[in-house]
Nanobody, 122 residues
Framework: QVQLVESGGGLVQAGGSLRLSCAASGRFFSINDMGWYRQAPGKERELVAWITSGSSTNYAESVKERFTISRDNAKKTVYLHMNMLKFEDTAVYSC????????????????WGQGTEVTVSS
């Protein structure tokens, strides 16, 4: 059973920083892309950042220069370092991982974390 467990959310003042973590566990062959979405109350889900297995990174325009995504393949973990947080960053952040369950798998399967709340006070 593959699981993604997130940690690191919470309440922070505007201008502050938080680091989110998302660790994958269970039996599988490898992890391709990993990333983070967020959803604010009353808004559509937004892809925040993602990182490939080769550590190429991509960001939404709204978080460029403020957020950094990274991964530790040995720990099967993806991180989202959030700096200069704004009130509009308030949302539930969910991680995902595209996992190849078996060496012979022809395609990856997406698994999701449980979501962690980030609240930025203005």
């Amino acid at each position: 059973q593959v699981q993604l467990v997130e940690s690191g959310g919470g309440l922070v003042q505007a201008g502050g920083s938080l680091r989110l973590s998302c660790a994958a566990s269970g039996r599988f062959f490898s992890i391709n892309d990993m990333g983070w979405y967020r959803q604010a109350p009353g808004k559509e889900r937004e892809l925040v950042a993602w990182i490939t297995s080769g550590s190429s990174t991509n960001y939404a325009e709204s978080v460029k220069e403020r957020f950094t995504i990274s991964r530790d393949n040995a720990k099967k973990t993806v991180y989202l370092h959030m700096n200069m947080l704004k009130f509009e960053d308030t949302a539930v952040y969910s991680c995902y991982a595209d996992i190849l369950k078996y060496r012979a798998s022809s395609s990856s399967e997406r698994f999701w974390g449980q979501g962690t709340e980030v609240t930025v006070s203005s």
